[in-house]
């Protein structure tokens, strides 16, 4: 009776040492967590920081930041920039100095190569076609003037080029037709002006400035043309040919009223400061850009 007695005390014994462990256990078990997954592999840990993390999950990885990586449709690998702050005046002064840098300017009348200027002269009178021209096809109803005005042009430039003797044209005629932009800058200074093709120097003349550095300077515009223009002095009218008609044989006016490029009686005045402010070219030097430069051409006038 005694040995059932302590069996029994024994067995109670066992039972109350050993249930509570085991509900420890099962509780430790239950509570563990991504939040607190030491016990996870390296493999695992790794898949967790890598998976994109939605919002609400409990995993947190402290991470650096890393720079963005920018590529170009045509690069074949990456290339890592960093951006960094740039100041409102920073960014004005990066933007202008871009753009002085991108904008072509004309060669100066200091820096001329007269070798090259004659070679550029005798190209735009060759029948070659360049990429300063195009090959025009003449249509039924063509006019030598209509064609002249679409591209910007002049019908004694386009004679001179395809070496016709008149207006006349037919249709499937092929002409070559010059297309680069021409304009006219003139160095006070020096009393020079220059002609430019797409900004390349074409030909360099003497000439005659105003009186007492008058010739205004600035852009101007070609407004107007004239053959043998009547000049309307102030309390007299000269015409053509008259030996005081200080205008010569070709007028070429500005946007600016009163001025303009002229040829001249006074052939000796050239490459000095002689007239009332408009420029003075020889006759016959007159009458050559008078036949290449259109209405519109921009006129640059420097000290």
């Known amino acids: 009776m005694k040995k059932s007695i302590f069996f029994v005390v024994l067995m109670a014994v066992l039972i109350s040492t050993t249930v509570p462990g085991f509900s420890a256990e099962a509780t430790a078990e239950k509570s563990a967590t991504p939040e607190t997954s030491q016990s996870s592999t390296g493999e695992e840990l790794q898949k967790i920081e890598g998976d994109t993390l939605k919002k609400g999950d409990s995993f947190v990885s402290e991470a650096k930041p890393t720079p963005v990586a920018k590529v170009s449709p045509d690069a074949k690998e990456e290339t890592v920039t960093t951006k960094v702050p740039v100041s409102k005046e920073a960014h004005k002064t990066l933007a202008e100095k871009k753009a002085a840098e991108s904008k072509v300017e004309p060669e100066s009348s200091s820096s001329l190569n007269s070798a090259e200027m004659q070679r550029r002269w005798e190209r735009l009178f060759s029948k070659e076609i360049t990429p300063d021209s195009m090959a025009y096809i003449v249509k039924p109803g063509d006019r030598l003037y209509v064609i002249a005005l679409k591209n910007h042009t002049t019908v004694d430039f386009i004679k001179k080029i395809n070496d016709l003797k008149s207006d006349n044209i037919y249709p499937q005629m092929k002409l070559k037709i010059h297309t680069a932009s021409f304009s006219i800058r003139i160095d006070k200074s020096k009393n020079v002006l220059v002609l430019y093709s797409n900004d390349e120097a074409v030909k360099k003349y003497s000439v005659a400035t105003g009186k007492k550095n008058c ?28 030996p005081e008609n200080a205008l010569g044989t070709r007028w070429m006016g500005f946007n600016k009223p009163a001025y303009g490029i002229h040829g001249t009686v006074e052939p000796k005045s050239i490459g000095t400061q002689a007239s009332e402010g408009c420029i003075r070219m020889l006759n016959k030097e007159v009458e050559e850009l008078y036949s290449i430069v259109p209405v519109g051409t921009k006129v640059t006038i420097q000290d």
């Open 215 to 242: 010739t205004p300077v600035g852009e101007f515009k070609i407004t107007d043309k004239l053959v043998n223009p009547t000049w309307f002095k102030t309390g007299a009218i000269l015409p053509p040919g008259s």
